[in-house]
């Protein structure tokens, strides 16, 4: 079991830069992806974007440009940094680990964006 806990959620104005950060503990296996997942109220749940274990990144078209996912591997934490904010990104905010038989999320942290 992977456990997940995220941070770095907040209130941002339009145009502004937030940081989240997901730190993972437990049986990690070698080979896994890990990425942000956003679920804005009356939506589903989509993906914002994800690494893998071997670096590979992908980002949903709404971020790309925007949005920077890295990986720190000593610290088993991948971090989100997104610039350039604006409302529609307004969403709660899932870190999630997939692995073989593994599939973690983490409890969400609230991103909104309003001036």
């Known amino acids: 079991q992977v456990q997940l806990v995220e941070s770095g959620g907040g209130l941002v104005q339009p145009g502004g830069s937030l940081r989240l950060s997901c730190a993972a503990s437990?049986?990690?296996?070698?080979?896994?992806?890990m990425g942000w997942y956003r679920q804005a109220p009356g939506k589903q749940r989509e993906l914002v974007a994800a690494?893998?274990?071997?670096?590979?990144?992908n980002y949903a078209d709404s971020v790309k440009g925007r949005f920077t996912i890295s990986r720190d591997n000593a610290k088993n934490t991948v971090y989100l940094q997104m610039n350039s904010l604006k409302p529609e990104d307004t969403a709660v905010y899932y870190c999630?680990?997939?692995?073989?038989?593994?599939?973690?999320w983490g409890q969400g942290t609230q991103v909104t964006v309003s001036s």
């Open positions: 690494v893998s274990s071997g670096g590979i990144t």
């Open positions: 999630n680990y997939r692995s073989v038989g593994v599939d973690s």
């Open positions: 437990g049986s990690m296996f070698s080979s896994y992806v």
